[in-house]
């Protein structure tokens, strides 16, 4: 497996913005709305999901019905719910708007990967900077969301870069999960929750002081 590092491939929630305290507090409200407080163990089962699989697990701690209709109606509340959280102000994680700007300073690719859906995104690029990425894939742009691999297989696509070539920067279980499946090596720094060790994985408490020779060594360490 070759070790030339071409892109990285950025999650969003908990990596390079501190919106998952924002998502905590969503969910929590949302699981209020529904008829019930949500459980340590519900909330953590939905970090790093996408919209689909969290609305599940939380309908499935309340006992209720899945439907369509149901379902729907969860989301829309949900998202109008988090529109306003985000459109307040959207704190960045220690370290990554300087991450960001070192890897395109490298001329690397970049792009965005996250479960998050498109029209909550755009509120977190006006934050991020598009001029940061090439790309950004969204959980309503993909087959699956994570921990399924496609939207890491997308993002390299779109890229025109074998997914070998790419380094992933994740925070949770999941998404570490999903860069793993789809041939990333993955930089994982944790945020909320711990996220296990495994093949093709490495760890740093934090993005503060990355720079050009820990981008090529930890992507290297991970394809060995």
Request: with cysteine; glycine share 8%.
């Amino acid at each position: 497996m070759s070790e030339h590092l071409l892109a990285v491939l950025w999650d969003m929630d908990g990596t390079l913005l501190e919106s998952e305290e924002l998502w905590d507090s969503g969910v929590r409200e949302l699981s209020a709305h529904l008829g019930g407080p949500m459980s340590e163990e519900t909330r953590q089962a939905t970090i790093g999901a996408s919209s689909p699989d969290a609305l599940a697990i939380i309908f499935a701690s309340l006992g209720l019905e899945q439907s369509p209709e149901a379902l729907a109606h969860a989301k829309s509340w949900l998202y109008a719910r988090m529109a306003e959280l985000f459109a307040a102000g959207l704190p960045w994680r220690p370290g990554a708007r300087e991450a960001l700007s070192l890897v395109r300073s490298l001329g690397l690719g970049s792009a965005l990967v996250t479960n998050t859906e498109r029209e909550l995104c755009e509120f977190a690029l006006d934050t991020l900077g598009r001029e940061h990425f090439d790309h950004s894939v969204c959980g309503d742009e993909v087959a699956a969301g994570k921990p399924d691999p496609a939207p890491y297989l997308r993002a390299a696509e779109l890229l025109g870069v074998d997914p070998e070539h790419c380094l992933a920067v994740e925070d949770s279980p999941t998404g570490a999960a999903a860069a793993q499946a789809a041939g990333c090596a993955v930089l994982v720094v944790p945020s909320l929750i711990e996220v296990p060790s495994g093949p093709r994985r490495t760890f740093r408490d934090s993005l503060v002081g990355l720079a050009a020779d820990d981008l090529r060594s930890l992507h290297a360490l991970a394809v060995v």
